[in-house]
């Protein structure tokens, strides 16, 4: 198993410019999660998707953001225009089935995707 | 939704076991408390969780507290690869807002020292 691809794994863009990062999730889930990291901020969670559907967006911070699952096996996230403070690093995770508190499934994140606005 | 509270930091020897506290007073009877680390620059690694039981796997020992207030995760023989953030996060509140996500907080540094 390849595990949770994403990519790029780096993006260096100008202020403005339409950025749009990837993510393949691990073969036979059906949850996808896209998270943003940065110093100040930790871990946060933008949206997830259960069976390619959104169940939760409160966390994408603008509608500069949107995410799409098309199919189970793909899914992207978009910001645009960029700006400067969306630079931290992407990550995508999938699991089995969302957590339901009585959840015995843990989530898989990709590597990440870095990206930078200049 | 129960909140985590975790040591900011905490230093090892290597070959020695590291125990991670986590203190979740306000977990609900049936959110599960997991427990994720961070090796610099990786994406998050899911190493164990638990409801009630103590569990034990191939990374790890979870230790949660008959009240379940407060777990421990425990690395027996740390080596010098632990040194990560570690993580303890609740399932969220079955019909919470938070149902089915993992909310990561600061989680705790590691630093396994030869």
């Known amino acids: 198993d390849a595990g949770v691809i994403q990519s790029p794994r780096h993006e260096v863009t100008e202020m403005g410019q339409e950025v749009t990062l990837r993510c393949k999730p691990i073969s036979g889930h059906n949850s996808l999660f896209w998270y943003r990291q940065t110093m100040m901020r930790g871990l946060e969670l933008l949206i997830y998707?259960?069976?390619?559907?959104?169940?939760?967006d409160s966390g994408m911070p603008e509608d500069r953001f949107s995410a799409k699952m098309p199919n189970a096996s793909f899914s992207t996230l978009k910001i645009q225009p960029s700006e400067p403070r969306d630079s931290a690093v992407y990550f995508c995770a999938s699991s089995l089935k969302p957590l339901a508190g009585v959840g015995n499934y843990g989530y898989t994140f990709g590597s990440g995707t870095r990206l930078t606005v200049v | 939704d129960a909140k985590t509270t975790q040591p900011t930091s905490m230093d090892c020897a290597e070959g020695r076991a590291a125990n991670l506290p986590c203190n979740h007073s306000?977990?609900?009877?049936?959110?599960?408390v997991y427990w994720y680390r961070q090796i610099h620059s990786q994406g998050p690694q899911y190493i164990i969780h638990g409801l009630k039981n103590n569990e034990t796997n191939e990374m790890a020992s979870l230790i949660i507290t008959e009240d379940r207030k407060s777990s421990t995760l425990i690395l027996p023989h740390a080596t010098l690869r632990d040194t990560a953030v570690y993580y303890c996060?609740?399932?969220?509140?079955?019909?919470?807002?938070?149902?089915?996500?993992?909310?990561f907080g600061q989680g705790t540094t590691l630093q396994v020292k030869p």
């Open positions: 998707f259960n069976n390619n559907v959104p169940i939760d």
């Open positions: 996060i609740g399932s969220g509140r079955p019909g919470s807002s938070n149902t089915g996500k993992l909310i």
């Open positions: 306000t977990i609900s009877g049936n959110e599960y």
